[in-house]
């Protein structure tokens, strides 16, 4: 697979519409790509103990899209095999009267991963350049004039960008994942959630009121991805209408990236071997 396909490091233009979302690469099935994710989860897990042990760099995976696109899913295929200690789920919704009385950013900072961890991100503090641009929301927020002028968004383009490159100069890296799934799959899968008596939980209407903004969405993602993917802190689009596909590359972005950082098992010095030497001498006499 090539997964530079997928990845903008804003260098590239950015083109939602011309993206093919059914897009599957060489593969027709799931099972075409089955032990491929098999082998990629073992290596993951190898190198999540390595950045867990070393404890230099912390990993925070961010999952925006469109309702329905898979996100829940795609998590839940990123954590199997992963150690639970090493790693935390975060979902934002919407913000509370404390989060709003609070700068953007703060709640996404309270939980930023520590370096040996890693931290998934179900929306971000991305949501406040995509569904608050949409609806004009930082117009309603109690903030002096200036700080809801039009080009709000826009700064807040900066700040992600600035705040992103603090985090990696503090050893922290952060990838973006963007499912990118058409209007039309989001339509079968919102029908099947009310069809199907055990997906009804998934529905709400809310989501079909949101539906009508399909294309200020669009518009949104493509202009926050534009202007905040850098090569340090990539963005990745993956198409997203077959699920078991977006699975199998976000397994081996995540898997590539973590390759990248190499992490290593702390060397032992040698007093630390000595006192090894010393208990492994004890134990054996059974003291
Ligand atoms: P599900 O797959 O269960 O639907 P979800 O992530 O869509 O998962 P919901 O509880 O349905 O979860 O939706 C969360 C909602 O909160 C989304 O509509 C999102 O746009 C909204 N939200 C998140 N952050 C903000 C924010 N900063 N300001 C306004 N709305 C936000
Ligand atoms: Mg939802």
């Given amino acids: 697979m090539n997964l530079n396909r997928y990845k903008f490091n804003g260098k590239q233009k950015v083109e939602l519409t011309a993206f093919d979302t059914k897009y599957t690469d ?5 099972d075409d790509v089955k032990s491929i994710v098999e082998e990629n989860v073992k290596e993951i897990s190898e190198l999540q103990s390595k950045l867990y042990a070393e404890g230099k760099t912390g990993l925070l995976l961010i999952f925006q899209a469109m309702d329905a696109a898979g996100k829940d899913s795609a998590i839940k295929h990123v954590m ?9 789920v975060h979902s934002f919704k919407q913000p509370s009267s404390e989060e709003l009385a609070h ?10 991963p520590e370096r040996g961890k890693i931290a998934i991100f ?12 949409v609806h004009k929301l930082y117009e309603k927020l109690n903030v002096p004039p200036r700080c809801k002028t039009a080009d709000t968004i826009k700064k807040r383009y900066e700040q992600i960008k600035n705040f992103e ?24 899968r919102f029908l099947r959630r009310i069809d199907n008596k055990d997906k009804n939980w998934k529905f709400s209407d809310a989501d079909i009121r949101e539906r009508k ?40 972005i995540l898997l590539q990236t973590m390759r990248e950082i190499d992490p ?5 010095t040698p007093e630390q071997e000595a006192v090894l030497e010393e208990s492994r001498r004890k134990l054996t006499k059974q003291e």
């Avoid at 990838?175 to 079968?188: A, D, G, P, V």
């Fill in 213 to 252: 903004f399909w294309d200020d969405y669009q518009e949104a993602y493509q202009s926050a991805i534009g202007a905040t993917a850098t090569e340090k802190n990539p963005w990745y689009i993956i198409p997203a209408d077959k699920k078991w596909f977006s699975r199998a590359i976000i397994s081996n």
């Fill in 26 to 30: 060489c593969f027709t099935t799931s």
């Fill in 103 to 112: 700068d953007y950013l703060w709640r996404a900072v309270k939980v930023l």
């Fill in 122 to 133: 179900n929306r971000s503090y991305y949501e406040d350049v995509l569904v608050v641009k």
């Fill in 165 to 188: 490159d603090y985090l990696w100069e503090n050893g922290i890296i952060t990838i973006k994942f963007f499912l990118h799934l058409s209007k039309e799959t989001q339509r079968k």
């Fill in 80 to 88: 199997s095999g992963i150690n639970p200690q090493g790693v935390n």
């Fill in 264 to 268: 290593q098992y702390p060397v032992i």
